[in-house]
């Protein structure tokens, strides 16, 4: 079962009709329910302390008895896109889209991407998608297809302290056994050459982010 995430973040309508058709299981998150209001699109579960979504869209969805609350207060350890993705792993999801947890608060965006780790060690695919950018992490070796790509740039960015062994073949700019280190900004914005590009590494966790203008 594939899980759709839509969190609070800035989204795009167009973009979230998209997602909806491919996926089977929706999360919405807090003010992420105002996005699907305007589809009148019916999550399978809304998470969060209700904080910021608009009163009355919440009302309306509380009366489908159809969907699943989990509410939380304000005060708590973890964000609310971050319970989601839990609870996307806890319903063994094969794969994780989210929506929404990009946008002008740098801290919930840098903080969406680390919760990526929960989803890569359950072994579970899982991308944070806007306008510009799609996100992942991999701790594997990688062949990304130029035509599938979701924009012309490639960055590779360390989320370990290292990342050791790293050869990159099909890029504009090769390496071939190299150390990227955290704190360096040498793997940004590459770009596939051939027909396919292979990413490969023999220890450490790279942060990937496909992206356009």
């Not at 491919?22 to 579960?45: C, F, M, R, S, T």
Request: charged share 25%; hydrophobic share 40%.
């Amino acid at each position: 079962m594939e899980t759709l995430i839509v969190s609070g973040g800035e989204i795009n309508i167009e973009n979230l009709k998209k997602y909806i058709q491919e996926h089977q299981n929706i999360i919405a998150v807090d003010k992420g329910l105002e996005a699907l209001y305007k589809l009148k699109i019916v999550p399978n579960h809304v998470v969060g302390d209700f904080d910021s979504i608009d009163q009355e869209i919440l009302k309306f969805y509380q009366k489908k008895s159809e969907i699943i609350f989990h509410e939380f207060n304000s005060e708590k350890d973890n964000t609310d896109t971050d319970i989601a993705l839990n609870l996307a792993i806890k319903l063994k999801s094969s794969k994780i889209v989210i929506l929404g947890a990009l946008g002008k608060r740098m801290d919930h965006a840098l903080a969406n991407i680390h919760i990526l780790k929960q989803a890569l060690d359950a072994k579970i695919p899982c991308y944070l998608i806007d306008d510009y950018n799609k996100i992942y992490l991999t701790k594997n070796n990688l062949t990304i297809p130029k035509n599938q790509t979701y924009g012309k740039y490639i960055s590779l960015i360390p989320m370990t302290t290292n990342v050791e062994g790293l050869t990159l073949t099909g890029f504009k700019y090769p390496l071939k056994d190299a150390i990227l280190p955290i704190g360096v900004s040498l793997g940004i914005s590459n770009e596939i050459v051939e027909e396919s590009a292979n990413i490969q590494f023999e220890k450490g966790i790279l942060i990937v982010i496909e992206s356009r203008d």
